[in-house]
């Protein structure tokens, strides 16, 4: 698809597959001029998913996550958060809410679920880990892990029960983590009980393209400063680790084919205050890559 000059290569590249999925998502999940949105997963389509909800006219948006500096982002979108080492995330929502929750819930986690390890969420999911870890053999009968990366989610369907629970009655969950076909646990009893409407599935990712193009060059929305390392493909590996690892500063990367990077970072021509998150920071040199490899 050709672009205008007015949105640059740094922009560009966060269209071809991360704002497309959380514009999906918000659709999905038919968020609304002054809906309260949940957000659960703060990963990099989280985290896109906070500008795409405000986009689509939402009224307030509560992200869900338990990494720290994932949840820090969220909140420099103006979004209030939920830490579900902390507390429990459904009760948390509820009282945020009122006890009603919330109207719409954007589910961006999947089968990559991770139980709490601490607080009061982390003993609810303790009484059900033989029913994850059988979960678990469904999905990943196959694995191969790294030492501590390369894991698979030890809670499959968490976040869709979270999900379902955390919506009010007559709600919209639109889930856009991934769940495979050999996935075979759903909420479906208690979603069926408070009326809610389920819709999920693969992006389209060529039908959103074009209008969200439109968007950052009339300067509505600027993707770059979801960026928070840039480097190179020599440093690949290391950076998947990284990121698998969820560790501090590497919630979404972008890798050139040079040791800095093939674009610049965050220097749009369009940029705006759309999806204004933290200010990109370079990957990790040659030599530390290789010392901490």
């Not at 809670?155 to 076909?181: C, D, E, F, N, S």
């Not at 970072?265 to 205050?273: S, V």
Request: proline residues 8%.
């Amino acid at each position: 698809m050709p672009l205008p000059d007015t949105v640059d290569d740094a922009q560009a590249i966060l269209l071809s597959d991360i704002y497309p999925t959380s514009w999906f998502g918000a659709r999905l999940a038919e968020v609304g001029d002054g809906d309260t949105v949940a957000i659960v997963g703060a990963g990099p389509v989280g985290q896109a998913a906070v500008a795409c909800a405000r986009l689509q006219g939402a009224g307030r948006i509560i992200v869900v996550d338990g990494v720290g500096d994932r949840l820090d982002m969220a909140r420099s979108q103006h979004a209030e958060t939920v830490d579900f080492h902390a507390e429990d995330p459904v009760e948390a929502v509820r009282e945020l809410t009122g006890g009603i929750g919330v109207d719409r819930v954007i589910e961006a986690v999947g089968v990559d679920a991770q139980k709490p390890s601490h607080g009061p969420a982390a003993d609810a999911a303790a009484q059900q880990a033989e029913e994850f870890g059988h979960e678990r053999s469904e999905v990943a009968p196959e694995q191969n892990p790294d030492g501590a990366t390369w894991v698979p989610g030890d809670a499959p369907t968490l976040a869709a029960r979270w999900a379902v629970q955390m919506v009010a009655k007559a709600g919209t969950v639109g889930t856009i983590g991934v769940y495979p076909p050999q996935v075979q646990h759903c909420p479906f009893g208690e979603a069926f009980m408070k009326n809610l409407t389920l819709r999920m599935g693969n992006c389209n990712h060529r039908r959103y393209v074009p209008p969200l193009v439109s968007l950052v060059a009339s300067k509505s929305l600027d993707p770059t400063p979801l960026v928070t390392r840039w480097g190179g493909t020599p440093n690949a590996v290391e950076a998947y680790r990284r990121f698998d690892r969820r560790e501090a500063g590497w919630t979404k990367v972008v890798l050139g084919v040079s040791d800095d990077g093939a674009v610049a970072p965050g220097l749009g021509e369009a940029a705006g205050t759309g999806a204004a998150t933290t200010a990109g920071s370079p990957g990790p040199t040659a030599a530390e890559a290789t010392k901490e490899a």
